[in-house]
């Protein structure tokens, strides 16, 4: 079945203790992307990454890393969790050509706690 | 960057009329226009998207449609149910394929 796996689904961290929530498809996209999700806020684009070793910033970066060292595979890093950091994530993916964005696929969420 | 308004923040409709969410970006040069409907609880899923060379594109009861030059696009839902109740996103991709959201518009389908 083509899906987008996030792991763990929820997930609750004392501040400044590093996490890491994974990502991976299994639909050979080239194109991966993280968001957080807030209420009143929508879903807001914290990096993507167009192929393997390649990843830009989206509006909201500040205090998170990404790595694309495989193309199925897009791991969120949070070195030192912030309460601010409390939200929703999704991982999404899809193919893209000079067309746009094709079959984008979100992942199931990943609900974020920090004490 | 890309900026994306999108009205109303709620909507409520009677079963069986129409329901209209309207959305604005700011980057000329987005050439995408996604819709999604995300349930309660639920991931966000992809409903109907609009590319730019195309001024309207409809699928049964939605249809969605794009003003270029006045850079804003909508989504038109007929004949409402129950089961479109759900928070609905606009979203345009820009030419860096960096994919901005609206803040989402609320429906509830009133029986």
């Known amino acids: 079945e083509a899906q987008v796996t996030q792991n763990p689904r929820y997930l609750i961290t004392v501040t400044g203790k590093k996490l890491t929530v994974t990502c991976s498809q299994n639909?050979?996209?080239?194109?991966m992307s993280w968001y957080r999700q807030d209420p009143g806020l929508g879903l807001r684009q914290i990096y993507y990454?167009?192929?393997?070793?390649?990843?830009d910033k989206g509006d909201v970066p500040e205090g998170y890393k990404v790595s694309r060292k495989e193309k199925r595979n897009f791991p969120l890093i949070l070195e030192s969790p912030s309460p601010n950091q409390i939200s929703l994530y999704f991982c999404?993916?899809?193919?893209?050509?000079?067309?746009?964005?094709?079959?984008?696929?979100f992942g199931s969420g990943t609900r974020l706690t920090v004490v | 960057g890309e900026n994306v308004e999108q009205h109303p923040s709620t909507l409520s409709v009677q079963e069986g009329d129409s329901a209209v969410i309207k959305c604005t970006y700011s980057d000329s040069a987005s050439n995408y226009f996604p819709w999604y409907k995300q349930e309660l609880g639920k991931r966000p899923q992809l409903i109907i998207d609009i590319r730019s060379n195309v001024g309207e594109k409809k699928d049964q009861r939605i249809a969605v449609t794009l003003n270029k030059t006045a850079k804003h696009f909508s989504l038109h839902i007929t004949e409402t149910q129950p089961e479109d109740s759900a928070v609905y996103f606009c979203?345009?991709?820009?030419?860096?394929?960096?994919?901005?959201f609206g803040a989402g518009t609320t429906v509830t389908v009133r029986a």
């Open positions: 990454s167009m192929n393997v070793e390649v990843t």
């Open positions: 639909m050979n996209h080239e194109y």
């Open positions: 979203a345009a991709l820009g030419p860096s394929l960096k994919l901005s």
């Open positions: 999404a993916s899809s193919t893209y050509s000079d067309r746009g964005l094709d079959g984008y696929t």
